[in-house]
């Protein structure tokens, strides 16, 4: 079974920084592509960053040279680290995976969803 467990919201203040960490289980980092996905009150969900055996680790140009994706493979687990926050990065951040070898770092579609974690950024 695929789970995803979501972790390391909070609320931080503008130009703060913070790192949300993604487990997994149920499958391969190498054979799924992962990503992150927010979503804001009222808005729909938006793609942040995504890595893929083919695409390697890709960040949005919404976020690119603020926020980057990694991943620790012997720990099952997709990290996002959020430097420069704003106020407008305010969501709920899930993470999120298919099986499929692409990754389109601003898309929200997926097929595996974790629960998702709180991120607020105070002006």
């Known amino acids: 079974e695929v789970q995803l467990v979501e972790s390391g919201g909070g609320l931080v203040q503008a130009g703060g920084s913070l790192r949300l960490s993604c487990t997994v289980s149920?499958?391969?980092?190498?054979?799924?592509?992962v990503g992150w996905v927010r979503q804001a009150p009222g808005d729909d969900r938006e793609g942040v960053s995504c890595f893929s055996s083919s695409d390697g680790l890709r960040d949005s140009a919404a976020v690119k040279g603020r926020f980057t994706i990694s991943r620790d493979n012997a720990k099952n687990t997709v990290y996002l680290q959020m430097n420069s926050l704003k106020p407008e990065d305010t969501a709920v951040y899930y993470c999120?995976?298919?099986?499929?070898?692409?990754?389109?770092?601003?898309?929200?579609?997926?097929?595996?969803w974790g629960r998702g974690t709180q991120v607020t950024v105070s002006s």
């Open positions: 999120a995976a298919s099986a499929r070898d692409w990754c389109i770092p601003s898309s929200p579609l997926y097929d595996y």
């Open positions: 149920g499958f391969r980092l190498d054979d799924y592509a």
